[in-house]
């Protein structure tokens, strides 16, 4: 059975950091991307970030701020969150998909996951 589990949510002020984890257990982190959602109040779901196999990515919204990183050993993916902004406030939701997700490649597009955590609440507010 496919668990994600998500922590590490909370309330920060803006210019703040976060760190998020999925604990992932099911699957081999080697033969499946992971990838990072959010959702917003009245807003779609959407990629933020995601590691392949070989490869990771950021959406244009997070790319400097956000780093992605992977501890097999643990089968956690992480995400650090640096220079927080009000407009950084959702649910966040990591994701895996069915199957092997291929070399060099992870994608932003929630179509292309199958297993959803909960999520974790980040607020960014003074």
């Known amino acids: 059975q496919v668990q994600l589990v998500e922590s590490g949510g909370g309330s920060v002020q803006p210019g703040g950091s976060l760190k998020l984890s999925c604990q992932v257990s099911g699957l081999n982190l080697g033969y499946h991307m992971i990838g990072w959602f959010r959702q917003a109040p009245g807003k779609e779901r959407e990629g933020v970030s995601c590691f392949g196999i070989g490869q990771t990515k950021h959406a244009d919204s997070v790319q400097g701020r956000f780093t992605i990183s992977r501890d097999d050993a643990k089968n956690t993916v992480y995400l650090q969150m640096d220079s927080l902004t009000p407009e950084d406030t959702a649910v966040y939701y990591c994701?895996?998909?069915?199957?092997?997700?291929?070399?060099?490649?992870?994608?932003?597009?929630?179509?292309?996951?199958?297993?959803w955590g909960q999520g974790t609440q980040v607020t960014v507010s003074s």
């Open positions: 994701a895996a998909p069915q199957y092997y997700s291929g070399l060099y490649y992870c994608g932003l597009d929630t179509n292309e996951y199958n297993y």
